[in-house]
């Protein structure tokens, strides 16, 4: 009996389909759904003759808020899920997984690394699914600030990198009140702190092992935010997913 053998390029061409789809479904503008939904709603309350104030703020302000929020736990949890079926997809052809591997092709060498292949290709589907928030392909490549997908990520597979965003995040704002300076201040120091614990070899807590691609990886998503809340000209007067 003839049994199949996964190469590199067994792995490259998973790959490919697996980021562009996260992307295209990070790109999916749910928040954009929700406020259009909701100015459609406060619009047929004053036509129907409903009250002026009621239709801007109480009760249909606190359905809004109410939907916003729904948003930001969904945009935390999207690139995470999309993460994990990453991870089990690959991991099931994957070396380590059983299966006889050829780690040499035509188009590269899969040489030992601080991660894990399943590992690697779930860090960096999340990462596609938060540049899909940040620049969505169905408005332009504009979108939110993709922090709620960063935190979520974060917290699963940089647990001790959070912590220390979310440090320099209160210290900032206790001293400043500006939440857009404490967000960007907060997403620098996690990428600062990501190349110190690869140096200095820090535990990592139960997400990815410090090193190269983990410090590569925390740079691209927190530089994903920082573009998404450089140019959110009201952002801190609104739930930070927007």
């Known amino acids: 009996m003839t049994v199949a053998v996964v190469t590199v390029r067994t792995i490259a061409v998973l790959s490919g389909p697996l980021v ?3 992307y295209l479904i990070g790109s999916i503008p749910l928040a954009h759904l ?3 939904r909701r100015l459609f709603r406060q619009i047929e309350d004053l036509g129907s003759g409903g009250d002026v104030a009621d239709a801007m703020g109480g009760t249909p302000a606190q359905r809004g808020r109410e939907g916003e929020l729904a948003v930001v736990v969904y945009e935390a ?4 899920a999309l993460a994990t079926v990453a991870w089990h997809v690959v991991e099931s052809v994957a070396p ?3 299966n006889p591997f050829d780690n040499i092709s035509a ?3 899969l040489s030992n690394q601080a991660l894990l292949v399943w590992q690697s290709m779930a860090l960096w589907v999340g990462a596609a699914a938060v540049a899909g928030q940040v620049a969505s392909a169905f408005l332009g ?3 939110g600030t993709g922090i709620p997908g960063v935190m979520g990520l974060a917290l699963a597979y940089a647990p001790i990198t959070y912590a220390v965003a979310v440090l320099v995040f209160f210290a900032v704002v206790t001293v400043t009140h500006d939440h857009r300076r404490a967000v960007i ?6 990428v600062g702190w990501s190349w110190i ?3 200095a070899e820090i535990d990592s807590g139960w997400g990815a092992i410090h090193g190269p691609e983990l410090s590569l990886w925390i740079t691209v998503v927190g530089a994903l935010a920082v573009a998404g809340v450089s140019r959110t000209s009201d952002y801190g007067s609104r739930f930070p997913g927007h």
């Open 197 to 199: 614990a690869w140096v």
């Open 20 to 22: 562009l789809g996260s």
């Open 185 to 190: 201040s907060a997403l620098v120091g996690a």
């Open 96 to 98: 380590g997984s059983g």
């Open 77 to 80: 949890l999207l690139p995470v």
């Open 141 to 143: 490549l504009r979108g």
């Open 34 to 36: 929700v406020r259009r």
């Open 107 to 109: 188009i590269g060498y």
